[in-house]
């Protein structure tokens, strides 16, 4: 095994077994989350359609032992929200200095680092504690692994698991189990440069990864709310410009045009050819399984109209996501999601607007970074600055109020629709329908704004909804005659949202 560069499928299960953990009885066969059969830019979820919303943690449920997880789950629970995002444990950050983040619960204290490995005899991991044996898995890990699915599956919290992340830089690089300098097992043989660990390019991490990705994949089959993510930011370690269609401002020329935050990135054909090992790994391990869980593909930053999928990916991510990365890539019938967001700073529109806009221009999925979820603060109440991002109760509140407005419609009918709405002074309207029975319409702005709107002929029960309560601000019954009419809005501030129900022909 150490000095083979790749393990093919039956290898990798051989290897599974001499390490100690046979496979153990076959899950019970369960209808795991899926894209909706009638609607798949939404989910089938225990046989309901679904968009996912949350305010989470910073993915280091599993891998900190100083998070206490159940807490943390039931608060989300508690604030109604249905989603949360966890990494795999093959990357992990520096405390206090990855990303300015000072209270980081994907950045574990020295010895509170849990890992899918266990440690060996031998001293010298770079975070402290003796270095990991690639070639033995940790019964703590997976036991609080098991523990986290099942907490959330109890509460109706869909999990991504991202199983791998680019390193961003060698602060993270020399913490990583997979750096040949923290394992006993590589000799020499893996990769060093963080930039190659993530292509087919690494030399013997290859196998340990497909090792990793087989057992968590396995471990993980039995339950229902698991969605596999393959890789977190791709395009970080291995960018390639978006060129001109990539940029905010298309107009300006190389290099500027080019440039972060101007542009996006995606990742290189290295990257993708690894991604794509990687979501053949997933899928042939579940082949023989009872459940098959979707697999997602984080695609880029901010927007863009993808150009090719990896085979069997059903997800596609983006971070930072406006509203155009929902609209320009519908018409793939995928679940489009933004599955982070938080480097606005720690103002909580920001936010509310980014995922009012996203999920009203057909998307599935948003997730804020929320760095109120610290260890000892797993209810977030940890408000204080704390990186680059916000989260506190009140957003949580604040994306409920958006996912009870998405569930107030039957999900499986509505669609983004660009041509009710003629024109809205003073704001950008973000529009979901199913034309001739129910609305349900964003207005990103400042009001009040006069609406001119091409309803189909019946009558209407419509209300006027305070996007940051949930409150009815006013009410409305509309009769809708042949040609435009005009609604006139309330007062507002950064955003309202209106629902229109037909109540007659």
């Avoid at 093919?8 to 390490?19: G, K, N, Y």
Wanted: negative net charge; proline residues 7%.
């Amino acid at each position: 095994m150490k000095s083979n560069a790749c393990v093919c499928a039956a290898a990798a299960v051989a290897v599974l077994c001499a390490m100690g953990w046979a496979r153990p009885a076959a899950p019970t066969p369960v209808q795991p989350v899926s894209l909706h059969p009638q609607n798949p830019h939404y989910f089938l979820f225990r046989g309901k359609a679904v968009a996912l919303l949350t305010s989470g943690e910073h993915y280091g449920a599993v891998i900190n032992a100083d998070f206490d997880y159940h807490k943390y789950l039931a608060t989300l629970a508690a604030d109604g929200l249905n989603y949360t995002r966890i990494f795999g444990g093959s990357y992990v950050e520096a405390p206090g200095k990855s990303f300015g983040i000072l209270r980081n619960d994907l950045a574990p204290g020295p010895g509170r680092y849990i890992a899918p490995w266990a440690r060996s005899a031998v001293t010298g991991y770079a975070g402290g504690g003796n270095k990991f044996d690639l070639e033995r898995w940790d019964a703590q890990y997976f036991e609080r692994f098991h523990e986290f699915l099942a907490g959330a599956s109890e509460r109706g919290i869909v999990v991504e698991i991202s199983l791998f992340s680019s390193q961003y830089g060698d602060g993270q690089w020399n913490l990583s189990a997979l750096n040949p300098a923290n394992n006993v097992d590589m000799n020499g043989a893996g990769t060093t440069d963080y930039k190659k660990v993530q292509t087919l390019d690494n030399g013997s991490a290859l196998g340990y990864q497909e090792l990793y990705t087989r057992k968590l994949v396995h471990e993980a089959n039995g339950f229902d709310n698991v969605i596999f993510e393959i890789q977190n930011e791709p395009w970080s370690d291995r960018p390639e410009p978006g060129g001109p269609i990539g940029a905010v401002n298309p107009m300006l020329q190389p290099p500027a045009r080019d440039r972060f935050p101007n542009a996006t990135e995606l990742a290189d054909e290295s990257s993708l050819a690894w991604q794509g090992k990687v979501a053949e790994w997933i899928s042939s391990e579940e082949a023989a399984m009872p459940n098959k869980h979707l697999i997602a593909q984080n695609y880029s930053n901010f927007r863009f109209p993808i150009r090719k999928l990896l085979p069997g990916v059903s997800v596609v991510n983006f971070h930072y996501a406006d509203a155009d990365a929902a609209a320009w890539n519908y018409g793939l019938d995928k679940a489009i999601s933004c599955d982070e967001t938080g480097f606005m700073g720690r103002d909580d529109e920001a936010y509310r607007r980014e995922a009012w806009n996203f999920m009203l221009s057909g998307g599935a999925t948003f997730d804020s970074l929320d760095y109120s979820f610290s260890p000892g603060h797993e209810d977030g109440t940890d408000t204080a600055p704390n990186g680059p991002g916000g989260g506190n109760a009140t957003l949580r509140r604040e994306l409920k109020v958006l996912s009870d407005f998405l569930q107030s419609f039957s999900l499986t009918d509505m669609h983004p629709d660009p041509r009710l709405v003629r024109h809205a002074t003073g704001t950008i309207p973000r529009v979901l329908s199913n034309p001739g029975r129910e609305y349900g319409i964003y207005f990103d702005g400042d009001g009040p704004t006069e609406v001119m709107l091409e309803l189909p002929e019946g009558r209407y029960a419509g209300a006027w909804i305070n996007v940051r309560t949930g409150r009815i601000e006013e009410s409305v019954e509309v009769r809708a005659g042949r040609g435009t009419m005009v609604l006139e809005s309330p007062e507002f501030v950064n955003g309202l949202a209106l629902r229109l129900k037909r109540t007659e022909p």
